[in-house]
């Protein structure tokens, strides 16, 4: 089996989280939409997604690197994923179940240890509540999540397809 079409799944990927990426800071910069905690935790989880990609996509690897690869571009999407689920509950939650507000994460680096700004950060703050911008009635938070399944897939298909290549092969090879 040819593994160029492993390499178009990973250039795909890539040329889909640089658009996104591309997206988020034309947000941020263009739009003047500041990112919650939350939102930069999914965009570091978007830039390794990407990065991974990009580096599958220029390896050109053997088999069993395609699979380390792929495990890691699959690992950055599910985290993704976890970041924006966890933003969408917040943001869908009660107002009287409101988070903590905390001026910055550099803040919270240099007063915290690391894990305790790590997990307030993952508890949410009043920004990381809030819907500031929507496109079909869907906020940020769920384009992002719905971006990070997508690429989910796009794994899976990629670890079926080389599995299946790979165990149903003819007899006389």
């Keep these: 089996m040819s593994l160029a079409p492993s390499r178009s799944l990973f250039f795909f990927a890539f040329l889909a989280g640089t658009l996104t990426l591309g997206a988020s800071f034309y947000l941020e910069f263009g ?11 999914q965009r570091g989880f978007l830039a390794a997604f990407t990065l991974n990609n990009l580096a599958a996509t220029l390896h050109n690897p053997k088999r069993s690197v395609i699979c380390r690869y792929g495990l890691a571009s699959m690992s950055f999407a599910l985290l993704g994923a976890i970041t924006a689920v966890r933003q969408v ?27 305790q700004a790590l997990q307030l ?14 496109l079909f009635d869907l906020s940020l938070p769920e384009w992002s999540l719905l971006f990070f399944l997508g690429m989910l897939i796009l794994g899976f298909m990629q670890f079926s397809r080389l599995f299946l290549s790979q165990h149903l092969r003819p007899l006389g090879r």
């Excluded at 739009?31 to 935790?41: D, E, I, K, V």
């Excluded at 009287?96 to 894990?115: G, K, R, V």
């Excluded at 950060?121 to 929507?134: A, F, L, R, Y």
């Design 89 to 115: 509950l917040l943001q869908n939650a009660a107002p009287d179940q409101t988070a903590d507000c905390w001026p910055s994460l550099h803040y919270m680096i240099e007063n915290l240890s690391f894990w």
């Design 31 to 41: 739009a003047s939409l500041r990112p919650c905690f939350l939102c930069q935790m």
């Design 121 to 134: 950060t993952v508890k949410g703050s009043v920004d990381c509540m809030d819907i500031n911008w929507t």
